[in-house]
């Protein structure tokens, strides 16, 4: 199903940018025992810093609203459509928060910001993860998003 | 069937030795009849990603509490719960998980209001298994189901509701065991922890500061009675025979120092006020105490 029938049908993956919107519907399309199984495998997707920000772990942002230790950072390309590029920091101790961040890096990287920044708030809640990880830990995955667009539009509008 | 007590001569000190074992202990017994090891972690897929050889996952959101209610589930969800888990009524748990054993202490608290009789926790939990590079497993038991009882829990022991600690101030000790920052009202979560929405700081007058992390050692291990002694008995005269109340802020850090009060120093009246910060500092009227000093018991209403 893809996305634009999705949002015709109001789904979960509604008004959702295609790689975030298939994220979602991957979710669904599975039992609540295997989306843990596939929320540990973006954990272990999760691409590591790069060097320029490895060696500087000051530079990054953290996340107060998740359970677990996590740094994040936004890079916004000087190009036409203002390119998003996004990294994450989390211990290997933290997989949930680590799957989040992998979502999140799957699904927004390389996007206009104008998309990024167009993401709902409610899009973790979306994932059907309510009864297998609880609200409570989605939590820390919106205070992800909300700090990712803050990044992008002092960026933008800087 | 209940399985021999870890004789180790570190844990002999302690007031109930039997509810502790050690890491050694632990590796020597996996598959002893009648031993069932659970893991139960604040991450929810911390099991999923390495784990003791057969040990089940237990979580205390998705697991322990109701989902509707705030309180735990009630005696058939638990029955079921500990049937598929392979759990029968005489088994011998040991319990482990990360965060020196927060959730694990907070799972054997809430095993405990069902009344389930011999509950253990793994001394040092995940962290002092891993260290000592001991084997873990991706793969997940598919326990034959057993038939635990329906029993009710049973709360008024060891859990505590407003009322009670309404009716024990200026009675007997209270501890909070939260960050200082969190005692003086300085902040309503723990640092670098989710904003968890408490309305009001600071903490239950007559309330004593004891952060849950003194009582561990540097390994996450407990430290030795001695040292328990010298904290909770020397410097806060928490004597035997006082009816002692503990709380955090959701009841999880609590459940450590409930522990830590109930079998290794072996009070007879702890209770764990689990409803902690996140119902006491947004409730109505109940007196509060800010800053460093604990603060007078207030005026009984009449």
């Known amino acids: 199903m893809s996305a634009e029938t999705t949002a015709a049908t109001g789904g979960p993956s509604a008004g959702l940018p295609p790689a975030l919107a298939e994220i979602v519907e991957d979710f669904h399309a599975v039992s609540e025992p295997e989306r843990l199984q596939l929320l540990l495998d973006f954990s272990r997707g999760l691409p590591a810093l790069p060097d320029r920000y490895a060696e500087h772990p000051e530079l990054l942002e953290p996340v107060p609203e998740c359970q677990s ?31 989040f961040a992998g979502i999140l890096a799957e699904g927004l ?50 | 069937m209940t399985v021999i007590t870890d004789p180790s001569p570190e844990l002999a000190e302690y007031a109930h030795p039997e ?43 998705t697991d322990l509490n109701d989902p509707v209610t705030r ?39 809430v095993f ?32 034959e189901r057993t038939e635990y009882p329906v029993v009710e829990r049973q709360d008024e022991a060891i859990r505590a509701f407003v009322p009670d600690v309404l009716a024990h101030l200026g009675q007997g000790p209270l501890v909070d065991v939260r960050s200082p920052e969190e005692y003086t009202g300085e902040r309503t979560h723990m640092p670098a ?47 035997e025979g006082d009816d002692v109340i503990a709380y955090c802020r959701i009841g999880e850090r609590s459940s450590h120092t409930w522990f830590v009060l109930k079998h290794l120093l072996g009070h007879d009246q702890v209770r764990n006020y689990d409803g902690s910060w996140t119902e006491w500092g947004n409730a109505v009227r109940v007196p509060i105490a800010t800053g460093t000093e604990p603060g007078e ?6």
């Open chain 1, 69 to 99: 230790p996590i740094f994040l950072l936004t890079e916004v390309d000087e190009d036409e459509a203002r390119t998003v590029h996004l990294f994450f920091s989390a211990p290997a101790e933290a997989p949930t928060t680590r799957g």
């Open chain 1, 109 to 158: 990287d390389g996007l206009p910001a104008a998309e990024v920044l167009d993401v709902p708030g409610d899009v973790c809640s979306r994932l059907g993860l309510d009864r297998a990880v609880s609200p409570l830990r989605l939590r820390g995955m919106t205070g992800m998003l909300g700090r990712i667009q803050r990044q992008v539009r002092e960026t933008t509008t800087a």
């Open chain 2, 19 to 61: 509810r502790l074992v050690t890491t050694q202990w632990l590796a020597d017994n996996l598959g002893a009849p009648g031993l069932v090891v659970v893991e139960s972690d604040e991450d929810v897929l911390l099991y999923e990603t390495g784990h003791v050889p057969g040990a089940v996952k237990v979580d205390w959101h």
């Open chain 2, 71 to 109: 309180d735990y589930v009630d005696g058939a969800a638990f029955a079921d719960l500990m049937s598929r888990k392979g759990i029968s009524r005489d088994s011998t748990i040991v319990v482990y998980g990360d965060k020196s054993n927060w959730w694990a202490a907070y799972a054997l608290w």
């Open chain 2, 112 to 143: 405990t209001l069902f009344g389930h009789q011999d509950v253990r926790l793994l001394d040092g939990g995940r962290a002092a298994w891993l260290a000592e590079d001991r084997e873990v497993t991706t793969d997940v038991p598919a326990p």
């Open chain 2, 193 to 239: 922890y989710p904003e968890e929405g408490a309305l009001r700081g600071g903490h239950i007058p007559t309330a004593v500061s004891v952060p849950w992390a003194r009582a561990a050692a540097e390994d996450g291990r407990f430290k030795g009675r001695a040292e328990l002694e010298k904290i909770y008995r020397d410097e806060k005269g928490i004597t």
């Open chain 2, 297 to 302: 018991a207030p005026a009984r209403r009449s």
